[in-house]
């Protein structure tokens, strides 16, 4: 499968010429599933030379066995590269490395397609690896096909009441003088954007902390019944447990729940987790690295 014309750069899906590449490789963005990348070009001999990502906090540091650079300035250490593209947002990545100078891009598509998860332990549960390589494929193969329209995840706000009130909270939470809950209507909205798009890879339930919201589990299953087969998240801080009626409604369904750990601010992560274990649900435990993140926590609102 080559380019399609259609798109604004030569973006290849032939990854094999690398293997005889004369200048650097760099795998563009430091996402979870960019490890499956590293691994499989070490496997098929292709030479890794570094990663590459905008968040500066992520940069000059070593990461899966190479150095993490800051792409903006990658001009000072490559003068060249072949750019292997692991974010989802395949053009506007190119076009950041095109106005950098470079104009070699290679899409992962066959990377993940033959990619043995099973083969290799990774910093992320391997389960969650296989939905990040699966939802990858998906949306590279679109890429490819410019007859569907898809989106690769859609936030669905369903509270502005949070449990924290970090000073740098990305969604702004900490300015609402009035925060308020959204009703189960938000499901109209949700279908909307649905049925006019050919694929959503993943939901994303967030606030805030969703949790907040009394009816967040019956907006979360209103989206799983309409869309069995496409995956939800739920992102939240581990300050509120979620009860065990909320989560029997779930069993046997495609719900993931994604927890920030914030060390002791997050006071029911063990409660979280053990209610999680005991439904059998699988998660992401993302910690992060005091001192180097961005976010500064102030204080936490009582619930």
Not at 41 to 64: H, L, M, P, S
Not at 88 to 104: F, I, K, P, R, V
Not at 201 to 220: Q, V
Request: hydrophobic letters at 35%.
């Amino acid at each position: 499968m080559e380019p399609n014309w259609n798109h604004p750069f030569n973006i290849k899906s032939n990854i094999e010429g690398l293997k005889n590449s004369k200048v650097p490789i760099i795998i563009y963005s430091l996402t979870e599933e960019a490890e499956a990348i590293a691994n499989a070009c070490y496997e098929k001999g292709i030479k890794v030379t570094a990663f590459c990502d905008n968040e500066i906090r992520k940069t000059n540091k070593i990461k899966f066995n190479h150095k993490v650079i800051y792409t903006p300035d990658l001009p000072k250490h490559f003068p060249d590269a072949n750019f292997i593209i692991g974010h989802h947002t395949l053009d506007d990545c190119a076009e950041q490395l095109s106005d950098l100078g470079y104009n070699n891009f290679y899409s992962p598509l066959n990377i993940f397609k033959n990619y043995q998860i099973d083969k290799y332990t990774h910093n992320i549960s391997q389960s969650y690896m296989k939905k990040k390589i699966e939802n990858a494929i998906k949306i590279n193969e679109l890429y490819f096909d410019t007859t569907k329209t898809y989106i690769r995840s859609i936030d669905i706000v369903i509270t502005t009441k949070c449990s924290m009130k970090c000073e740098s909270c990305a969604n702004l939470m900490q300015y609402y003088d009035k925060a308020t809950n959204t009703d189960i209507e938000i499901l109209k909205a949700v279908k909307n954007m649905r049925d006019n798009v050919d694929h959503i890879s993943e939901f994303r339930i967030i606030g805030g902390e969703p949790l907040m919201n009394k009816k967040w589990a019956e907006i979360t299953l209103g989206i799983m019944e309409e869309y069995p087969n496409e995956t939800i998240y739920i992102y939240s801080n581990a300050t509120i447990c979620p009860s065990d009626k909320q989560l029997e409604m779930f069993k046997g369904k495609n719900l993931h729940f994604y927890i920030t750990d914030y060390g002791h601010l997050s006071r029911n992560m063990d409660n979280v987790i053990n209610a999680l274990k005991k439904t059998i649900f699988p998660f992401i435990e993302n910690q992060l690295e005091i001192g180097l993140i961005v976010v500064k926590l102030r204080n936490t609102i009582e619930v």
